[in-house]
C-alpha cells in the first residue's frame, strides 16, 4: 500500500522514456520531486520495514536520479545554447 505512489512516478517516468516530449522545466523539477521521495521512503524504510518494499525504492532512486541529470541537463545546454546562438 505505501508503494503506490513510487508505481504511479515508475510508471510515469516509463512514459517519459517512450513519448519524450519537448524539454521544458516541469520535467527536471518533476524527477527531482520523485527524488525527493524516494530518500525519503528509504528513509522511512528503516522504521517501517513492511510498508515499503526496498527495491521499488532503489529503482525509483535509481531511475530518478538519471532522468533528473539528463532533463536539467538538456535543459541547461538548451538555455546556454539559446543564448550564445
Known amino acids: 500500500m505505501g508503494n503506490i505512489p513510487a508505481y504511479l512516478l515508475l510508471s510515469i517516468y516509463v512514459i517519459y522514456l517512450f513519448v ?7 520535467w527536471p523539477i518533476f524527477f527531482l520531486i520523485g527524488l525527493v521521495y524516494a530518500v525519503y521512503t528509504l528513509h ?3 522504521k ?3 510498508t515499503f518494499n526496498i ?3 532503489l529503482g ?3 531511475a530518478s536520479v538519471a ?5 536539467f541537463m538538456d535543459y541547461f545546454m538548451k538555455m546556454i545554447f539559446s543564448l550564445i546562438i
Open 20 to 26: 519524450s516530449p519537448k524539454t521544458i522545466i516541469f
Open 60 to 62: 525509483l532512486l535509481a
Open 67 to 71: 532522468l533528473f541529470g539528463f532533463t
Open 48 to 50: 517501517h520495514q513492511g
Open 55 to 57: 527495491y521499488v525504492s
Open 44 to 46: 522511512y524504510w528503516k
